[in-house]
């Protein structure tokens, strides 16, 4: 895109549009070559932002998708796909037509939970900014729903283990230890040694809805060693998927008539371990973030003969509740 000299100006010409089967340009002149071109180079640059605007709701949720499927988890893109069903009543209309007042009466027709609600209210508007981030909408989301959980009790958990199979027994085990399901699923033998799990893989739901095994991220919180009392073995500690221990674990609690989630044990190591060691411990062992707080996240650190410490004081707890292993 070179301007030509053309008397006493200079003129840039760059392609427009069709017209039927012909090609038609626009023409920028000016005193100096710079000037013409840099006409040229703002008139394609608003017709790419036009082209953008121009664009589906459908197909900018779409594409941000795919350009977002490579460094997003499978599970985020599983259900990012599993929500563009909720975008039917928008999808054929253009993102330059679209006003606060259609976003607002869009969202309140949703029929869902207020978090899957800001779930589809912030995919759609991170697509839309994808396109085109100069666009802003005001509108009002549901109010966030207030939970107040209940940590299951000693009794619960020594009612739970006591009446579990030997494998959920394992699982129950491992839960109350501070493990997430995909990470009890993706823990195998080989990870432990000497008696100390290295905990660094998780088992997520891939797009095409399959339990695979992933490694985390050396970067991620995730990544951590915990003690653990589970005996010699090949391949996985526990050969099921997360779903099977959710099903199992849900039959065992009807069972005996207690109204907890497979979650709640890690709930419970949390609140337990509230009452045993300070949080930087019980963040480490259960691999949660340690806050943003500076003097958390940067001067309070691990003394590693504390964390040892604290940790067998929590075993102790548990061999108390389930008794030695």
Request: glycine share 6%; hydrophobic share 35%; charged share 30%.
């Amino acid at each position: 895109m070179r301007a030509k000299k053309r008397g006493d100006s200079y003129r840039v010409q760059v392609f427009s549009h069709y017209e039927g089967n012909k090609r038609k340009y626009a023409s920028f002149t000016a005193p100096t070559k710079a000037l013409a071109e840099m006409k040229a180079a703002e008139f394609m640059a608003s017709k790419k932002r036009r082209a953008r605007h121009d664009l589906t709701i459908g197909d900018a949720v779409e594409g941000y998708i795919s350009a977002k499927e490579a460094v997003l988890s499978p599970s985020t893109v599983r259900s990012y796909k599993q929500m563009v069903t909720y975008y039917a009543p928008l999808s054929k209309r253009k993102i330059s037509t679209l006003t606060s007042e259609d976003i607002q009466k869009f969202i309140s027709s949703l029929t869902v939970s207020p978090k899957t609600t800001r779930n589809i209210y912030s995919l759609l508007t991170s697509s839309i900014a994808l396109y085109d981030p100069d666009i802003t909408f005001r509108v009002t989301l549901p109010a966030k729903q207030i939970k107040r959980p209940v940590s299951p009790s000693d009794d619960d958990i020594r009612l739970l283990y006591n009446n579990a199979s030997d494998k959920l027994k394992l699982c129950i085990y491992l839960g109350v230890k501070g493990l997430r399901r995909g990470e009890i699923c993706a823990l195998k033998y080989e990870d432990i040694n000497n008696g100390v799990a290295h905990i660094h893989a998780d088992m997520v739901k891939g797009t095409a809805g399959k339990w695979i095994y992933k490694e985390i991220p050396k970067t991620s919180e995730s990544d951590r060693y915990i003690s653990v009392d589970i005996g010699e073995g090949e391949g996985f500690v526990v050969d099921w998927t997360p779903d099977s221990i959710t099903k199992r674990f849900i039959e065992l609690r009807d069972r005996v008539g207690l109204s907890v989630r497979f979650h709640d044990l890690r709930h419970y190591f949390a609140s337990s371990a509230a009452l045993i060691m300070p949080d930087i411990y019980a963040a480490d062992l259960g691999g949660w973030r340690r806050g943003s707080k500076i003097l958390k996240g940067t001067y309070q650190n691990n003394i590693k003969p504390m964390s040892e410490y604290y940790e067998k004081k929590y075993d102790e707890h548990i061999d108390s509740i389930i008794g030695s292993r």
